[in-house]
């Protein structure tokens, strides 16, 4: 199972969620929920957009979670 690390590189990285959406041709409201909903997974394809946007890898943007 995976989580999202999108807090993390955004603060790394010092970009806000509405600067991304900008950047990376995302709804606001998709990244915002990206944010605040910790079950949310969005489609490769937007994981894509949003890398390609912060200058990281897919993998950058997800961690692993050891099933229990």
Do not use: C, F, N, W
């Amino acid at each position: 199972m995976y989580r999202l690390r999108l807090h993390r590189v955004l603060r790394e990285k010092a970009v806000s969620a509405e600067r991304l959406a900008q950047l990376a041709s995302v709804p606001e409201t998709t990244i915002k929920r990206m944010l605040k909903d910790p079950g949310y997974m969005p489609p490769a394809s937007t994981l894509a957009k949003i890398a390609r946007a912060l200058h990281v890898s897919m993998g950058d943007l997800l961690e692993e979670i050891p099933d229990r």
